[in-house]
């Protein structure tokens, strides 16, 4: 064999060499990604964060000095959120989400001076309010390189409840009793989109820890008393632990 033939053989032997092993390497990695990130498989998984309703959007700021608003006078919130979650993978860069969160009290002060009283007339003056949120949402994923990563982003539907003693508090015209204030707790829920995103990083195929940031817009309108139908907005930064069947 010339040596211009045996260069050519040993040059052609070589780009065989590297595009097997490109190709070895490339089923490998894709054989890995998809053990990893699999499809139709359910998961389930607990949420630990903190994060806050948003109560604060009700008191006044331009007339804070007012003793006649019908709005909180003071609020206090914020703390510790938990929940947990129930998924399933229809793809490597698509999941379904079915969720439930519960957030940290609101603690609200009111006016002495102002609307809301009990049955017999008198002033109700702080209640304690709480918030849980369920969520159905569809989550996008996308793998970052070639890393056990992956960032998303969800959009979905959900109903977040308030939970207190003033739900649907109604004056009476004609008293006593003044109010149908009982001092028990009644429950409002509306219907709001939910929000949410960060980064999932799969530890192995079973287990997935996950950080993000999410948001229940709640609802509101102008009334009398609007302490008696607002349902507050909500948000948290969480931290997730998951198990995938």
């Known amino acids: 064999m010339s040596l211009k033939k045996a260069t050519r053989f040993n040059s052609l032997s070589y780009l065989l060499c590297v595009l097997f ?18 499809s139709k498989k359910i998961y389930v998984g607990v949420n ?11 008191v006044d700021t331009s007339d804070p000095g007012s003793p006649s608003v019908t709005t909180p006078s003071a609020v206090s919130e914020g703390g510790p959120s938990w929940g947990v979650v129930l998924g399933y993978d229809v793809s490597k860069n698509f999941d379904i989400e079915l969720q439930y969160m519960q957030f940290a009290n609101a603690s609200i002060k009111l006016f002495s001076s102002g609307p809301y009283m009990d049955q017999n007339g008198n002033p109700i003056t702080s209640i304690t309010s709480r918030t849980d949120a369920y969520s159905l949402s569809g989550k996008f994923l996308a ?7 992956r960032a998303f982003a969800a959009i979905g539907v959900g109903t977040v409840e308030r939970s207190d003693p003033l739900v649907n508090y109604q004056v009476n015209a004609n008293p006593p009793p003044f109010s149908n204030y009982t001092g028990k707790s009644s429950t409002i829920s509306c219907i709001t989109p939910y929000l949410s995103s960060g980064l999932v990083y799969s530890l192995s195929v079973h287990w997935m820890i996950e950080g993000g940031f999410q948001y229940y817009t709640g609802f509101g309108k102008s009334q009398v008393d609007p302490m008696s139908s607002f349902i507050p907005f909500a948000w948290d930064a969480y931290g997730r632990l998951a198990y995938q069947f």
């Open 21 to 38: 092993s490109s190709c070895f390497i490339s089923s490998i990695a894709a054989e890995s990604t998809s053990v990893l990130f699999p």
């Open 48 to 58: 630990m964060g903190g994060g806050s309703t948003e109560w604060k959007y009700l």
């Open 143 to 149: 793998q970052l390189g070639h890393t056990h990563m």
